[in-house]
């Protein structure tokens, strides 16, 4: 079956913590950090992403949930 659309190239499983995705996941570009995916140059491409706290806040949190989150959820793997 024919792909249509962007790529996924570094897809996320939802189910699963930052530090068990198939391909590691990092916040920020740096030389040292090695590279997860490849795409050529004007490829259309996707990236899936989780949240800053790798999914410890749900849709069910609201504003002040947040605001007054537990920081141990915010993971440093």
């Known amino acids: ?14 189910k699963k ?3 068990e995705q198939k391909h590691p996941l990092h916040n920020r570009w740096h030389p040292d950090i090695p590279a997860v995916a490849e ?3 004007a ?4 990236i ?3 949240d800053f706290s790798g999914g410890g806040i ?9 605001k007054h989150a537990d920081q141990s959820i915010v993971s440093s793997n």
Request: charged fraction near 30%; hydrophobic fraction near 45%.
């Open 1 to 14: 079956m024919a792909q249509y659309g962007a790529r996924v190239v570094v897809p996320i499983d939802l």
């Open 17 to 19: 913590k930052p530090w």
């Open 39 to 41: 795409v050529k140059e």
């Open 43 to 46: 490829e259309l491409f996707r």
């Open 48 to 50: 899936e992403m989780v």
């Open 58 to 66: 749900t849709s069910d949190f609201s504003a002040d949930d947040v």
